[in-house]
């Protein structure tokens, strides 16, 4: 597992750099080249998501640099440049970091948006047969058939010689036929992809064209979803109904107890999918809860700093909002930096201790929970059923 990002500041010569490529785009490749490699990276996501394409393809060798971006952060990237200019980022993209595309881009509330993946394989497959197979390994089966079945249909020769196969149909191997499933769809794209597991991995591509004959989408959906959340989880994203208990409620003597002493500061570390560079170090915010983190002792600091990213994601995950967008991050850190200190502050005036001690005697999402309840029309978001439970599927 990493820790947090190292203390370094690199915004200012992220700016530079920036500032140096929109006057000479020779000199700022010279100042990035200069650099050591995790200083490129740190300069690309210090960068805003739509110039990180550009610096990318500043850098003497990019596809060592891309693998080391953090894989919420590529997706941010790919979508800031645009899919269909995308294709060369994707080519060096890991297995871990194309899943993750597809799991926070290509989801349309608990099953996945096929729209989304059409869009997403028309780029991948931009990027040549390696890449392509590459991204059909890493995503999961499930997935990776219901995008088929969305597209294609696909009938088994029976070798009887009234059979014809239908209008338009075509086969790879003289066995499967397939076409498309809507009018006017010339699924070139499928196309491509079937021919390319055919070739590569000829186990996967007979799975798949079984699986668009007789597979369920229900049990697909169910198992994709299954699989996502496992993954999801492990990135610090819990399952909707776990993060909506961060809008629980409390009696109005719970929100102003503390701990005699204390709480545990052993952190709860994960790899994390976004680039957050000194996020408990910052003294001078304007929220009461980064200020007293800033006081903390080391170990304490670094446990608060996962346990604030993991608050960050449950609200993400609790306000239902789209975990592939750039803008969704700053959003929940904002919120739960907003209550949370509200919540610190209470606690703090209620047992007559200052912001430091009470933070170190409660939890941080406890602190949420105090600043929600004090406000519950203001923090709880618009929408509370379950994503998905309103037919979106």
């Not at 990276?41 to 805003?48: I, K, L, Q, S, W």
């Not at 990019?62 to 980022?89: T, Y």
């Not at 492990?234 to 003597?253: C, K, N, Q, S, V």
């Not at 602190?367 to 029309?377: E, T, W």
């Amino acid at each position: 597992m990493q820790g947090p990002p190292a203390p370094i500041d690199v915004l200012p010569e992220a700016r530079r750099i920036l500032a140096l490529a929109r006057r000479d785009e020779r000199e700022a490749e010279r100042a990035l080249a200069a650099l050591p490699l995790p200083i490129q990276v740190a300069v690309v996501c210090e960068a805003p998501a739509a110039q990180r394409a550009k610096l990318l393809g500043l850098l003497p060798a990019p596809e060592h640099a891309i693998p080391m971006l953090p894989d919420a952060e590529l997706v941010f990237a790919v979508k800031a440049s645009g899919l269909d200019d995308a294709s060369w980022l994707l080519a060096s993209a890991t297995p871990r970091q194309i899943a993750t595309c597809f799991d926070l881009d290509a989801w349309a509330g608990l099953a996945p948006d096929r729209a989304a993946l059409s869009q997403w394989f028309a780029v991948i497959a931009e990027a040549g047969d390696e890449t392509l197979v590459r991204a059909a390994h890493a995503i999961d089966a499930e997935v990776l058939a219901l995008f088929l079945r969305s597209r294609i249909e696909v009938a088994l020769d029976p070798k009887d010689e009234q059979w014809q196969a239908p209008p338009g149909a075509r086969t790879l191997e003289g066995q499967f036929w397939f076409w498309a499933r809507a009018d006017g769809d010339d699924v070139e794209d499928v196309a491509t992809l079937l021919d390319a597991l055919f070739r590569e991995d000829y186990w996967l591509y007979f799975r798949m064209m079984q699986a668009v004959m007789w597979e369920l989408e229900t049990e697909l959906e169910e198992w994709s979803l299954r699989w996502r959340s496992g993954r999801l989880a492990d990135l610090g994203f819990p399952e909707w109904d776990d993060a909506m208990r961060i809008y629980g409620f409390l009696h109005a003597e719970q929100r102003d107890v503390l701990a005699e002493r204390p709480v545990d500061v052993a952190a709860t570390e994960w790899d994390l999918p976004v680039w957050i560079p000194n996020l408990p170090a910052i003294a001078g915010g304007s929220h009461a809860i980064f200020r007293a983190a800033f006081d903390l002792a080391p170990e304490a600091r670094r446990a608060f700093f996962y346990a604030f990213v993991a608050l960050a994601n449950k609200v993400a995950v609790a306000d239902a909002l789209p975990l592939g967008d750039t803008e969704t991050l700053p959003r929940s850190i904002e919120k739960a930096a907003r209550f949370a200190s509200a919540g610190l502050e209470h606690v703090a005036a209620r047992n007559a201790t200052t912001l430091v001690d009470a933070l170190a005697r409660t939890t941080v999402e406890h602190l949420f929970r105090v600043g929600a309840n004090l406000d519950p029309d203001a923090a709880r978001p618009a929408r509370t059923d379950a994503p998905g439970d309103d037919g979106e599927r």
